[in-house]
């Protein structure tokens, strides 16, 4: 089976507008390039990018979650872990991508201050066309805390000791090709170390 068809088969269900994001990050991997997928939920992510020959880790806050990567999406390691309770430099890789974390901690520059990359990537629900609402996320196991507008990443990316190279974004979950600019519900950053 060829490697699309592979993708195909395996991602049947998943959002379309997650896996876009994922391709975007598996098409800068390259051949033995480590990479963290940092809150890699039930792993299909960390699996596309180790399907294209990186040695990937993911890790997740979520037993359950890990238990089921493992099994569904082999390959990558996988660790039960808090990302913003990691022992400093713990994270030490190539690329870093961070998609649908960073709203969910309460200070992501706590987390943020612990990698070490080359390259990071990652998204954020953009508050200018997203607005944050907190009632829509109460009953979610780890809610939103907050959005970001455009500048607000950026800045939290700086502070944290990230320069942003490039902007991207998904216009909406149904129109979620990966474009350049900050004119998306979701933003996606590509970073380096300053």
Not at 124 to 130: D, K
Not at 144 to 173: D, M, V
Request: net charge negative; charged share 25%.
């Amino acid at each position: 089976m060829n490697a699309v068809r592979q993708w195909e088969t395996a991602l049947v269900g998943v959002s379309a507008h997650h896996v876009k994001r994922y391709m975007f990050a598996a098409n800068r991997v390259d051949q033995n390039m480590r990479v963290l997928d940092a809150a890699c939920g039930c792993g299909y992510g960390a699996w596309l990018m180790f399907c294209v020959g990186g040695y990937v880790d993911g890790i997740d806050i979520s037993g359950e979650t890990i238990t089921f990567a493992k099994m569904h999406y082999p390959g990558p390691r996988y660790v039960c872990a808090d990302l913003a309770k990691l022992p400093e430099r713990s994270i030490d890789h190539d690329l870093v991508v961070a998609f649908e974390i960073l709203e969910h901690l309460a200070d992501p520059k706590v987390f943020l201050r612990l990698v070490q990359c080359k390259t990071m990537i990652a998204s954020v629900p953009n508050e200018e066309l997203y607005p944050f609402n907190a009632e829509a996320f109460k009953e979610d196991e780890y809610p939103h805390q907050r959005h970001y507008t455009p500048e607000q990443f950026e800045a939290l990316l700086l502070e944290a000791g990230f320069e942003t190279t490039y902007r991207y974004c998904q216009r909406s979950k149904e129109d979620c090709a990966v474009r350049p600019g900050t004119d998306g519900k979701f933003l996606i950053y590509v970073a380096e170390p300053k």
